[in-house]
Every structure is written in structure tokens, then in C-alpha cells.
């Protein structure tokens, strides 16, 4: 089965940074957009960054500046630098990806990684 299992995740400093990881796994057929989403406690889900399968990428106002999201289509991974780190950045980060296998064309999701920024 496919499976995107995210890593990276922490406890930094503000002003500190972090990379995540996310890798696709499984019977791939292949992989198209690929992001990075984060929800804090009692709020909802929201878009941190995406980036296709030709690097065409985008960004929530929030991070800009801040993050930058990269891919290696041959490794079917996705990552976020993430700089300047803020508390308001406290959130679990999920990794999420359009990916078509022998199950058919469907997005997946990741665990979830948690990051906390706090002195």
C-alpha cells in the first residue's frame, strides 16, 4: 500500500530552524503535487506550501521567506526548510500527495510531525 510517512519534526527555539521530510512509499505508479499542511490545536487545517512534479511552487503569505519547499521526484520526497521560526508556528505538519498507484489516482496523507517552537 502507499504510505507517505513524514520526519523531522521538534521542539526549537524562535529564530531556530527545521528541516522536514517526507518520503512516498509502495507501489507507485507516480506522484504529482506534493505538499505540506499544518493544523494547530482547535483550529483548522491549513496550507503551508506546495510544490508539482516541475517544480511550480506556492506558498501561504504566512511563511514566505521563511520556508522553502523542495522535491526529489526520483526519491518520491518532499521537504520544507523551515527559518526564522516563530511560536505561531506551532503546529502538527502533514505531508499530503496526489499520487496514482494500482488503487487508482487519489491524494494521501501523512502521520503528521509535530513541530513546537517555544523557548
Request: include cysteine; hydrophobic fraction near 35%; charge should be positive.
Amino acid at each position: 500500500q502507499v504510505q507517505l510517512v513524514e520526519s523531522g519534526g521538534g521542539l526549537v527555539q524562535p529564530g531556530g530552524s527545521l528541516r522536514l521530510s517526507c518520503v512516498a512509499s509502495g507501489s507507485i505508479f507516480s506522484v504529482g503535487a506534493m505538499g505540506w499542511y499544518r493544523q494547530a490545536p482547535g483550529k483548522e487545517r491549513e496550507l503551508v506550501a506546495t510544490i508539482t512534479s516541475s517544480w511550480v511552487r506556492n506558498y501561504a503569505d504566512s511563511v514566505k521567506g521563511r520556508f522553502t519547499i523542495s522535491r526529489d521526484n526520483a526519491k518520491n520526497t518532499v521537504y520544507l526548510q523551515m527559518n526564522s521560526l516563530k511560536p505561531e508556528d506551532t503546529a502538527v505538519y502533514y505531508c499530503n500527495a496526489a499520487i496514482r498507484s494500482v488503487s487508482g489516482p487519489r491524494d494521501y496523507w501523512g502521520q503528521g510531525t509535530q513541530v513546537t517552537v517555544s523557548s
